[in-house]
T-cell receptor, first 111, second 113 residues
Framework: SQELEQSPQSLIVQEGKNLTINCTSS?????LYWYKQKYGEGLIFLMM?????EEKSHEKITAKLDEKKQQSSLHITASQPSHAGIYLC???????????FGQGTRLTINP | GAGVSQSPSNKVTEKGKDVELRCDPI?????LYWYRQRLGQGLEFLIY????????KSGLPSDRFSAERTGESVSTLTIQRTQQEDSAVYLC???????????FGPGTRLTVL
């Protein structure tokens, strides 16, 4: 079965700094989703990537899917306190309807 | 428009009691999913509905867990004879059709004493 590994598990950065979170899959990714989770708010959809080499941006967050479609990265530029939370990558499991998720990366932004 | 809603937001129950968790998907979404998130762990898939039917129940942890969906609308997840290991946040998601982006509700935090 497909497994997703996220790194780092936890990240503390100074406000204004850039950061990157990685998501590595044990199998080829057919659809890769990035979500953000805050306490009491469920998961907020950020972006979805499908094609090898694809890159998408939303405000100061950029996500990429590598050419081999087994790794994705999420990059935040000039981090702000509002970026704090848990970032989760999820993948379509080889045609299965369910999403398989990584363990999450807890991001803390220090003022 | 309205997102996915879940109720209750919090539920505390005693071991051995039955609980019902409710999910209202986004209007028009045909696919509905239930996941569980235990403390310090990732999200675990429980069950998926396409319309009224549940083609994939592979994630239900035991026969104490069941779910149903009315039309292409509300779904209820029922846990019978709750155990302490059932304590978790239960998340519901919906998508327009299967294999589309899933949108999540805020979750129900279940605590079994």
């Amino acid at each position: 079965s497909q497994e997703l590994e996220q790194s780092p598990q936890s990240l503390i950065v100074q406000e204004g700094k850039n950061l990157t979170i990685n998501c590595t899959s044990s199998k080829t990714l057919y659809g890769l989703y990035w979500y953000k989770q805050k306490y009491g708010e469920g998961l907020i959809f950020l972006m979805m990537l499908q094609k090898g080499g694809e890159e998408k941006s939303h405000e100061k967050i950029t996500a990429k899917l590598d050419e081999k479609k087994q790794q994705s990265s999420l990059h935040i530029t000039a981090s702000q306190p509002s970026h704090a939370g848990i970032y989760l990558c999820g993948a379509d499991g080889e045609g299965a309807q369910k999403l398989v998720f990584g363990q999450g990366t807890r991001l803390t932004i220090n003022p | 428009g309205a997102g996915v809603s879940q109720s209750p937001s919090n539920k505390v129950t005693e071991k051995g009691k039955d609980v019902e968790l409710r999910c209202d998907p986004i209007s028009g979404h045909t696919a509905l999913y239930w996941y569980r998130q235990r403390l310090g762990q990732g999200l675990e898939f429980l069950i998926y509905f396409q319309g009224n039917s549940a083609p994939d129940k592979s994630g239900l942890p035991s026969d104490r867990f069941s779910a149903e969906r009315t039309g292409e609308s509300v779904s209820t997840l029922t846990i019978q004879r709750t155990q302490q290991e059932d304590s978790a946040v239960y998340l519901c998601a919906s998508s327009l059709v299967a294999l589309n982006t899933q949108y999540f509700g805020p979750g129900t935090r279940l605590t079994v004493l």
